[in-house]
């Protein structure tokens, strides 16, 4: 098949600011300002900064890995099409099926917490209007169908809304952020320090195996946090330059990650360092906090922020789990029904739709199986109010189990790219000159493997000791992984001669440079 015969994506209409764009919209910091810092705190109580700030450092350690693998590849893969590159079709199959599950999951948490506890908490709060348990599932057509609506008309106006609306949110959250740490009286260092809270959360650290147990456990929702990063990975085949990605991989995680530990440390030191264990089973303690110190205005406008900030992170991940499928089933290794692409959008509508319905199926299922086995039964579920802590404890583990699993998925692809890089430079065998010499190792084998280490520790925190819904969520996570490699075999049996083409029919890189050997040549 000639390379003008296989379906693409329209090159040239993502820039540097929207790429970067993307990666803040698909980490959505306003969105985790009210429920993953809420879950984070449940476990690490006052150390939520350091479990932001070192969730932080572990995924700019990924800056390196998808930067480098960045160099060498782009497509609407992203991740499938880096690993395809580096290590090989069977290992690009398992990222490909992965990536897009912790995608999709974590669209679906997004309706069952934002409409489910925020939404319900917030009208609460300021005006005493009670809304029905199950006020979260009509929602979903708001925070998952509507989105998947934009990402299909096409890459220009979804842009253009991510543009506006992720750099808005950026900037009033650090803005808010520092207001509130010049007004809080509780200002210390000591949030940074696991061993310097014995006497006030000493029982609650010994029953999570520690304080340093405890803080493993934190990092996972401030891992989750950033499950978002690489979103413009799969952007790379609509990018002007492939250098635009690279650029957002660098910024991105960079400058989400900088606010983030600050609206940490502020809500932290502005709810009380010695008050913690409330904060975390409060369903809206962020939207207190901007209230105590900025009054309703602030309050409310956080809540339209965190609104907006579920809708943007569900155009830019669904985008991008659609993305992966388009570029697998251009491939062969998925049905070729995901491969259409719609003359009048230029975009992958049939894979986009598909993560859509799946996201509303696993939603909706999620919400209804996780309360029930935290003791709420489905009739509960339509009779009891919103704000009932039966309602908010189910509709929180079930956005804990959903985003569990993400970190799972996260963390196989992550640990597959640090390897990637390795198993890249290795096989390259590059001659390295001046402080290259020190810079190679450093970058393609020891900063992959800390980040892999990290991300080890992190997984076994979420499995030992067991706690509920984490452990079943992590299990949920390596089945589907299972799933993953045993039709990676099925397919490397039954289609050999489809592996050749795994990941690397399109690369814009490899295009790029034979574009500018093509100039050189004519006199360009």
Request: hydrophobic letters at 50%; a positive charge; proline letters at 5%.
């Amino acid at each position: 098949m000639t390379q003008e015969s296989v379906p693409r994506l329209k090159r040239g209409v993502v820039g540097t600011l929207e790429a970067i764009a993307q990666e803040i919209a698909a980490m959505a910091p306003a969105c985790d300002t009210v429920a993953f810092m809420t879950s984070a705190a449940a476990f690490a109580f006052v150390l939520l900064p350091l479990a932001f700030l070192l969730a932080m450092v572990v995924m700019y350690l990924e800056v390196n890995t998808l930067y480098h693998l960045a160099k060498r590849h782009a497509s609407a893969g992203g991740y499938y099409g880096y690993v395809a590159t580096a290590f090989g079709p069977k290992a690009a199959i398992v990222v490909g099926l992965i990536y897009p599950l912790y995608q999709i999951v974590s669209t679906a948490a997004i309706p069952i917490y934002v409409a489910g506890v925020l939404l319900p908490g917030i009208l609460n709060y300021f005006w005493g209007i009670q809304l029905p348990g199950w006020i979260w599932i009509p929602f979903i057509a708001i925070f998952v169908l509507a989105p998947i609506g934009l990402a299909m008309v096409g890459i220009r106006p979804q842009m253009k809304y991510i543009r506006y609306a992720a750099i808005t949110e950026l900037i009033f959250l650090a803005i808010t952020s520092l207001i509130i740490i010049l007004k809080a009286p509780d200002n210390t260092f000591q949030v940074f320090n696991p061993l310097a809270w014995g006497n006030i959360y000493g029982s609650q650290f010994k029953s999570l195996g520690g304080p340093f147990a405890a803080l493993g456990l934190g990092m996972i929702f401030g891992i989750t946090s950033f499950i978002g990063y690489g979103g413009s990975a799969p952007l790379g085949e609509e990018a002007k330059r492939t250098r635009d990605i690279r650029k957002a991989l660098v910024m991105g995680v960079l400058v989400v990650g900088v606010v983030l530990t600050e609206v940490a440390y502020s809500l932290t030191v502005g709810w009380g360092v010695n008050n913690m264990v409330s904060f975390a089973t409060n369903g809206i303690p962020g939207i207190i906090v901007y209230t105590e110190y900025m009054g309703i205005i602030g309050g409310l406008l956080l809540a339209l922020f965190a609104f907006n900030s579920a809708f943007s992170d569900s155009v830019a991940m669904q985008s991008n789990a659609g993305r992966v499928y388009f570029a697998m089933a251009r491939d062969g290794v998925i049905p070729k029904f995901f491969s259409y692409v719609s003359k009048r959008f230029i975009t992958p509508t049939k894979s986009l739709a598909f993560v859509g319905i799946t996201s509303t199926v696993i939603a909706i299922a999620t919400g209804f199986v996780v309360g029930y086995f935290s003791g709420l039964t489905p009739v509960q579920m339509f009779t009891l109010s919103a704000t009932s802590n039966e309602v908010v404890n189910a509709l929180e583990n079930a956005f804990d189990y959903l985003t569990t699993i993400a970190l799972v998925g996260l963390v196989i692809a992550h640990v597959m790219m640090n390897t990637s890089v390795t198993v890249l430079f290795r096989r390259l065998k590059e001659v390295h000159r001046g402080l290259n010499v020190i810079a190679h190792p450093i970058q393609h084998y020891v900063l992959p493997t800390v980040a892999t280490l990290i991300f080890a520790f992190v997984l076994y925190e979420s499995v030992y000791p067991p706690v509920f819904p984490v452990t079943q969520a992590v299990i949920t996570g390596f089945a589907f992984l299972a799933f993953s490699v045993l039709y990676t075999i099925w397919i490397a049996k039954k289609r050999p001669h489809i592996m050749n083409k795994v990941g690397t029919r399109i690369n814009l890189v490899r295009e790029e440079q034979l574009e500018g050997n093509t100039k050189k040549d004519s006199g360009e």
